[in-house]
């Protein structure tokens, strides 16, 4: 099938993408990779009268390492970027341990971050991590810009606070300090294909020994990621090496609600799955902060 007719816009800067967004509201769509978006389109899935391509906006692509030591991530910057960088492999090592496993390399040379988190799959990785890390995301409007913590930017499946006529400018991450451990673990039915369930696990060992701080990221299990707060907290204070993975990845999952369940599985299928990789995840990232 083909997509249905659509005016091609391609600005230059953010502020002429955002008075497009301003001028034809829900009729408007940003275009950044594509990767998610044109096979919808061409599907018929989704129709707009007006989109706007975001790859000549230079201003939107880019890594920087700030003075107060926060990574800044322009929403245009392609996967395949964050990929090479030598700067998020030591600042953000969870970010760049996601990376690799978004579909494959093809996909990921057009795929932008702020693409990803714009569209908010629910079996994405970069909405997960960046849950996992509080992260900050910066959007632009008419009306200024603002900055919208990570928890409060996913709504819902394929949804975000986003309004109609705000775009995505740049996504913020405070690199985590100390005896710290990440990991990211997934189940998909093939390599490069959606996440059946998976998890990112961030954890900071403290001078006694003990776990000060922790964030599990769960994606696959519920319409948008979400972060198993009443198994981090019960973390906190523990001796790493005395908790089991396998406690954790259930309590991280028991209170899981709306868990999909499809053609690649039931929801008692995909609890099961995500279970084990949180498990998976936490015993790597209990490996690495002891051996930080």
Same mark, same amino acid.
């Given at each position: 099938?083909?997509?249905?007719?659509?005016?091609?816009?391609?600005?230059?800067?953010? &502020?002429?993408?955002?008075? /497009?967004?301003?001028?034809?509201? &829900?009729?408007?769509?940003? =275009?950044?990779?594509?990767?998610?978006?044109?096979?919808? /389109?061409?599907?018929? =899935?989704?129709?707009?009268? $007006? #989109?706007?391509?975001?790859?000549?906006?230079?201003? +939107?692509?880019?890594?920087?390492?700030?003075?107060?030591?926060?990574?800044?991530?322009?929403?245009?910057?392609?996967?395949?970027?964050?990929?090479?960088?030598?700067?998020?492999?030591?600042?953000?090592?969870?970010?760049?341990?996601?990376?690799?496993?978004?579909?494959?390399?093809?996909?990921?040379?057009?795929?932008?971050?702020?693409?990803?988190? !714009? $569209?908010?799959?629910?079996?994405?990785?970069?909405?997960?991590?960046? /849950?996992? =890390?509080?992260?900050? +995301?910066? !959007?632009? *409007?008419?009306?200024?810009?603002?900055? #919208?913590?990570?928890?409060?930017? /996913?709504?819902?499946?394929?949804?975000?606070?986003?309004?109609?006529d705000e775009l995505l400018t740049a996504l913020t991450i405070r690199p985590w300090d100390g005896r710290c451990g990440f990991a990211v673990e997934e189940f998909a039915r093939r390599r490069g294909d959606f996440a059946i369930a998976g998890a990112a696990v961030a954890l900071r060992v403290g001078t006694d020994g003990h776990i000060d701080r922790c964030a599990i990221g769960l994606f696959g299990l519920g319409p948008t990621a979400s972060r198993a707060r009443t198994a981090e907290a019960q973390l906190i204070g523990a001796d790493p090496v005395e908790v089991?993975?396998?406690?954790?990845?259930?309590?991280?999952?028991?209170?899981?609600?709306?868990?999909? *369940?499809?053609?690649?599985? *039931?929801?008692?299928?995909?609890?099961?799955?995500?279970?084990?990789?949180?498990?998976?995840?936490?015993?790597?990232?209990?490996?690495?902060?002891?051996?930080?």
């Amino acid at each position: 099938m083909k997509p249905a007719p659509f005016t091609y816009h391609a600005p230059t800067t953010t &502020d002429e993408a955002v008075a /497009l967004l301003a001028e034809w509201g &829900d009729e408007a769509k940003v =275009l950044a990779g594509g990767q998610s978006l044109v096979p919808m /389109l061409a599907l018929r =899935l989704a129709a707009f009268g $007006h #989109l706007v391509d975001l790859r000549r906006v230079e201003e +939107l692509r880019g890594i920087e390492r700030r003075a107060d030591g926060a990574v800044r991530i322009g929403a245009a910057t392609t996967q395949a970027a964050v990929e090479r960088s030598e700067e998020i492999r030591a600042a953000v090592p969870l970010l760049a341990l996601a990376t690799p496993l978004i579909g494959h390399f093809q996909i990921r040379s057009r795929g932008t971050v702020g693409g990803s988190l !714009a $569209h908010a799959d629910a079996a994405a990785e970069y909405p997960a991590v960046a /849950l996992t =890390l509080d992260a900050e +995301l910066e !959007a632009v *409007s008419p009306r200024g810009r603002r900055t #919208l913590p990570a928890a409060d930017f /996913l709504t819902g499946m394929w949804s975000t606070a986003l309004a109609e006529d705000e775009l995505l400018t740049a996504l913020t991450i405070r690199p985590w300090d100390g005896r710290c451990g990440f990991a990211v673990e997934e189940f998909a039915r093939r390599r490069g294909d959606f996440a059946i369930a998976g998890a990112a696990v961030a954890l900071r060992v403290g001078t006694d020994g003990h776990i000060d701080r922790c964030a599990i990221g769960l994606f696959g299990l519920g319409p948008t990621a979400s972060r198993a707060r009443t198994a981090e907290a019960q973390l906190i204070g523990a001796d790493p090496v005395e908790v089991s993975p396998d406690d954790i990845g259930g309590a991280a999952t028991e209170d899981l609600e709306s868990v999909p *369940s499809d053609l690649h599985g *039931s929801a008692r299928y995909r609890t099961r799955v995500g279970a084990a990789m949180v498990a998976r995840a936490w015993r790597r990232a209990v490996q690495e902060a002891l051996h930080a």
